[in-house]
Every structure is written in structure tokens, then in C-alpha cells.
């Protein structure tokens, strides 16, 4: 079996969560500058390097009553609420969003992180205690084993926006010491300097101003470049687990929650249980050139390989019965 592009379960739940929230705060941020500013009639393209011109903003009156006949019609029994100086209201909103996209993020990666230590800990090398922040990562990484050097360039990062999260949940959003320190850091100035870019070449966006006992000027953004760092972390670790478990591990995951403990089969299902499994490897867990005798092999290491066979015999009938039903 070739496990060089594999892919975890919890690498998947991840990068889900990841491409929910891209969407989340782009479609959220462009819905509210598509409320704010004047229809753009001329269809011009609009530069991203350049400010949007505030000549272009609808007048207050007009985006105020547009927003009170949008609240008064959303379908949630509202009245119509009319705000003074509704272009405030919206950048307000924005950093509301930002605030409460960077929180989604650090739930998500805390929850990944749980499940990792939570499922795994048989195979750790060495038990050490937790430490805050960036620690954390590298102390896991220690007590399973896994080599450190490629997931260093990304803690810089990783510190400064879980404390930039810490701030905004427990600090009003207010930068404390700490996190100033942090961006004054050597090892953050050089990360933003030498951070390596989706698109080759480019150059990472400008992180949040922070001042002292000032509110963090936050950009949605910002919100992005975390869940990236986050990301990129899940996927290192994704790559050493894949590594740690094996192929036979996989194959028995997948064999006993799939089929052992399903009510019933995936469409399309296969003629039997060794194709349907190479099946789910391939388009789930992005495993590659996988051999029937590798798969019984497995399965019969694990003990399963006969009750396996018959549970998916059982599923198939009630998958056929179910299939000619429909017709």
C-alpha cells in the first residue's frame, strides 16, 4: 500500500472545518461590503491593494433603511431596528466576526488535538507534562516520537494568535503584556519575513497592530492566517501519525467501523468486503495501490476476517433489497 498521500480521519474533520470557515468569513465580509458600498455600475474590477474609495459608501439614510427593510423581511419575527451611523455598526460587525472566527479556531484545534491524545496515547514514547501555547505542540510531538524541525517555522504564529485569542476572550480584546512580547519577538519578525505563502512568492498579510492595553485592531484575515497555521500543523501531525499506525491499523479502522459496526453499506457498494474497503482507502483515506492480499492479510492479523466477510454479505442483501425497492 502506498500511505505517502494518506489521510487521517481527523485530518479530514479538520480540513472541513477549515474550508467551512474560509467560506464563512469571505462570503460574510464580502456580503457586508456588498450592503455598504454603491452599486459598482461602471463593472470595474476592483484592486485589492487599494483602499476601497469611501466616496463609493451608500449615504447613511439609504444603508439604514436598506438594513431595517432586510431585518423587518429576514423571516424571524423582527422589527425593523434604524441605526444612526450604520457604516460604524458594520465595521463593528466585522470585528465581531473576526473575533468570534479566531475563537472557532482555537475550539477546532483544541478539539484535534483531544482526539489525538485521547485515542492514541498507547504509542506514546514519553509522558511529560503540558505546558502553555507553543509548548504544548512541541511536548506532543516529543512524547510520540515524531521529529520537531518541520512544524518550528510555525509556532511564532501559533503563539501569538492563541494569545491574541486569550485577550479578546478573557482581556475584551484589550493586547496584554505577553502578547506584546511576542510580537516584539525575533522569532516572530523572522516568521513573518520568511513565511512561506500558498502561491509561491507572495508574502503573508500584515498581522494585527498591537499596542499596549489598546483593543487588537484585527482584520478578518487574520482569522484565516490562523486557521492556516493551525492547518498546516494538523497536517504534520496527520503525516507522523499516518506513519506511527501503519497500514494494517487503518485497514482494521476502517473494516470494523464501516462494516463490523455499520447499519448499512456506502453507496456504491461492491461485490464484497475487500473491494469495498479498498474502495473507502482510496477515495477517504487517500491510500493507494492496495492489494486484496494485503487487505486479507490484515484482517486476518486482526482477527476479523471472517466475521468481517459475513457482516458484509449481510449489509450487501439488505443494500440489493433496498436498491430494487427504490426502482
Known amino acids: 500500500m502506498d500511505l505517502s498521500c494518506a489521510i487521517s480521519s481527523h485530518l479530514r474533520k479538520y480540513s472541513e472545518f477549515h474550508i467551512d470557515l474560509n467560506k464563512f468569513v469571505k462570503l460574510s465580509i464580502a456580503a457586508f461590503d456588498f450592503l455598504a458600498y454603491m452599486p459598482n455600475e461602471a463593472n470595474e474590477q476592483i484592486d485589492p491593494k487599494l483602499p476601497r474609495n469611501s466616496n463609493d459608501l451608500k449615504p447613511n439614510r439609504e444603508l439604514s433603511n436598506l438594513i431595517a427593510d432586510l431585518i423587518k423581511g429576514a423571516g424571524q419575527r423582527w422589527y425593523p431596528t434604524v441605526y444612526v451611523n450604520p457604516h460604524e455598526e458594520i465595521e463593528d460587525i466585522k470585528m465581531q466576526l473576526t473575533e468570534s472566527a479566531i475563537m472557532r479556531v482555537y475550539s477546532a484545534f483544541e478539539v484535534f488535538l483531544d482526539e489525538i491524545n485521547g485515542s492514541y496515547s498507547e504509542y506514546l514514547v514519553q509522558r511529560t507534562e503540558e505546558d502553555a501555547d507553543s509548548k504544548s505542540i512541541l511536548n506532543m510531538f516529543r512524547k510520540y516520537g515524531w521529529p520537531t524541525k518541520d512544524i518550528l517555522y510555525l509556532l511564532p504564529l501559533f503563539k501569538f494568535y492563541n494569545n491574541a485569542r486569550h485577550c479578546i476572550v478573557h482581556q475584551m480584546g484589550v493586547a496584554n503584556q505577553s502578547l506584546i512580547d511576542i510580537s516584539e519577538s525575533d ?61 494494517e491499523y487503518i485497514v482494521k479502522y476502517v473494516a470494523v467501523h464501516q462494516i463490523m459496526k455499520a447499519d448499512k453499506l456506502k453507496s456504491p457498494a461492491c ?57
Open 187 to 247: 522569532e516572530y519578525v523572522e516568521a513573518l519575513n520568511n513565511w512561506p505563502t500558498v502561491i509561491p512568492g507572495g508574502q503573508l498579510s500584515q498581522p494585527p497592530k498591537v499596542k499596549k492595553d489598546e483593543k487588537l485592531v484585527l482584520e478578518p484575515h487574520h482569522a484565516i492566517t490562523y486557521s492556516d497555521v493551525c492547518y498546516r500543523i494538523v497536517c504534520e501531525i496527520n503525516k507522523h501519525l499516518i506513519n506511527m499506525l501503519g497500514a
Open 271 to 327: 461485490r464484497d468486503s475487500y473491494s469495498y474497503i479498498k474502495r473507502i482507502l482510496a477515495e477517504e483515506y487517500k491510500i493507494k495501490n492496495v492489494c486484496f492480499s494485503e487487505l486479507r492479510m490484515a484482517l486476518e492479523n486482526a482477527g476479523i476476517r471472517r466475521k468481517c466477510y459475513q457482516k458484509y454479505n449481510g449489509l450487501l442483501i439488505k443494500y440489493n433489497s433496498n436498491k430494487r425497492g427504490q426502482q
